[in-house]
């Protein structure tokens, strides 16, 4: 699996159907699936899966770029749902083809009503994509996994051995399938989710603890982890136990990771629990990022200022994610990206010439 700063052919996502649970309970966090896609729009070609009632309701603000690809949809998590794109990067005549893996998907341990549609959305998304089809018995979603694109890859405990996933699973089966599907030579475990991803908080709207609410590589040996000050938050410890691991751990490359912290905005509560805004869940989207925002302007400049610090090359656009957020996940939940195999390709290749 690539780095997702790689070079992206474009990114895929999902409008939440009319008769799923975004649009049924919260309507109007409809506007942040638009903007998001708007906001990927300016930097890459962006396809959407939308039934017909979606599009219609929808389509007329959304950019005149975007693909509109009519889908039988659940809902509009595609990062989990969707397939996870990888390289085959053998000596082989397979050699740079591109691969979709598609984990098998139980809407994170049967919290919803109907997963079906999303559950086969994996296999459509890679057809149109042109991708060979990787399926695997592990369940898993897109936004369990964090990669630095040399083999190493970050996952928590809470998702991918949780028993309503992977009932019985052990880390080494875990890290095998890990190691076939997206090539990861060396897994860092974290241990848990923030308070508002854990299901026994928040149990329709949380994944149990996707890494990418939680740390997020931004180059080989470079992390950015979530920061929450408040040392009477839950998430404080939860914080201290998952930083000290990344602390502890090597990459692939048997380096010590340096670890960037961005703070929590101002704490957000519904029903006694807080929803956990990460500045973490980003998308790549090729000389852009697209970051969340919550209204909390010093939090938000602050986060702004580590981006811009940490990617002076790039533009930074900024979506306002809490209605995102607030449904269980971020602008990263909701996009995923299909990278360029002819620039990676022809990067390799030159690499390549040059140690030679």
């Known amino acids: ?73 659940d809902d509009g998590w595609l990062r989990d749902s969707g397939p996870t794109f990888v390289v085959d990067d053998s000596a082989g005549d397979s050699a740079g083809a591109l691969g979709a893996v598609h984990w098998t998907f139980n809407a994170w341990g049967g919290i919803a009503d109907s997963w ?14 042109g991708a060979k089809l990787l399926p695997s018995k592990m369940v898993n979603e ?20 949780n028993d309503r996933r ?8 875990v890290e095998d399938e890990l190691a076939r599907t997206i090539g990861a030579t060396t897994v860092i475990w974290l241990e848990r989710g923030l308070m508002g991803d854990m299901q026994e908080f928040r149990p329709m709207v949380a994944t149990n603890g996707h890494v990418d609410v939680l740390a997020a590589f931004v180059r080989p040996g470079v992390v950015v982890v979530h920061g929450q000050p408040d ?7 939860v914080m201290a ?53 919550f209204g909390d302007e010093r939090a938000d400049a602050n986060a702004q200022s580590i981006f811009k610090e940490l990617f002076p090359e790039k533009q930074i656009a900024m979506v306002n994610a809490e209605p995102i957020f607030r449904n269980g996940g971020g602008v990263h939940c909701i996009t995923q990206h299909e990278p360029d195999v002819a620039a990676l390709t022809s990067r390799s290749s030159a690499e390549r010439d040059a140690s030679h």
């Open 1 to 73: 699996m690539p780095a997702e700063w790689e070079r992206h052919t474009r990114t895929w996502m999902a409008l939440p159907p009319q008769h799923g649970y975004v649009a049924t309970q919260d309507p109007d966090a409809l506007a942040a699936w638009t903007a998001t896609a708007n906001a990927v729009a300016g930097f890459e070609p962006v396809s959407l899966l939308a039934t017909p009632a979606s599009i219609a309701a929808v389509g007329a603000e959304l950019d005149s770029a975007i693909e509109l690809v009519e889908a039988e949809l």
């Open 116 to 129: 079906q549609n999303d559950a086969r959305i994996g296999a459509s998304v890679a057809d149109r994509a």
């Open 142 to 161: 897109g936004g369990g996994v964090c990669v630095d694109g040399e083999g190493t890859v970050i996952v928590t405990e809470s998702v991918q051995l």
């Open 166 to 173: 992977n009932p019985g699973w052990t880390k080494e089966q």
């Open 231 to 237: 040392p009477d938050h839950y998430d404080h410890a």
């Open 241 to 293: 136990e998952n930083t000290r691991r990344l602390r502890e751990a090597t990459d692939a490359r048997g380096r010590k990771l340096e670890i960037i912290t961005i703070d929590a905005p101002v704490d957000t509560v519904i029903d006694d629990v807080s929803v956990d805004h990460s500045y973490v869940n980003f998308s790549y989207v090729n000389d852009g990022i697209v970051m969340s925002t």
